[in-house]
């Protein structure tokens, strides 16, 4: 089992900065790739970003260029630096891993994810 805790969500103006962190335990050595997804009340949730252990990194097209995603593998820590945020990127964002590779054409599936955190809340307001 692998256990994901998110953290450093929050409110923020548009234009606005945050780092969100998800520190893995468990059986970390099973994990292959891990990912953001953010979902808002009545939607799906939708791959933000995604990287895998040989650093290869997907983004959603909407977030190219303004989100970045790491990980350092030392302390099993994902992070997901947020820049220039807007208020559509409000939502609950959520860590999650898993065992395959990063999918072709930057996209990034809930189903090829089979850990996940509980979720941290991230809030822009214009």
């Known amino acids: 089992q692998v256990q994901l805790v998110e953290s450093g969500g929050g409110s923020v103006q548009d234009g606005g900065s945050l780092r969100l962190s998800c520190a893995a335990s468990?059986?970390?050595?099973?994990?292959?790739?891990m990912a953001w997804f953010r979902q808002v009340p009545g939607n799906e949730r939708e791959g933000v970003a995604a990287?895998?252990?040989?650093?290869?990194?997907s983004y959603l097209d909407a977030m190219k260029g303004r989100f970045t995603i790491s990980k350092d593998n030392a302390k099993n820590i994902l992070y997901l630096q947020m820049n220039s945020l807007k208020p559509d990127d409000t939502g609950m964002y959520y860590c999650?891993?898993?065992?395959?590779?990063?999918?072709?054409?930057?996209?990034?599936?809930?189903?090829?994810?089979?850990?996940w955190g509980q979720g941290t809340q991230v809030t822009v307001s214009s």
């Open positions: 990287i895998d252990n040989d650093r290869r990194t």
């Open positions: 999650a891993a898993g065992w395959n590779g990063l999918r072709a054409g930057n996209r990034i599936l809930a189903a090829d994810f089979g850990y």
């Open positions: 468990g059986s970390t050595y099973s994990i292959y790739s």
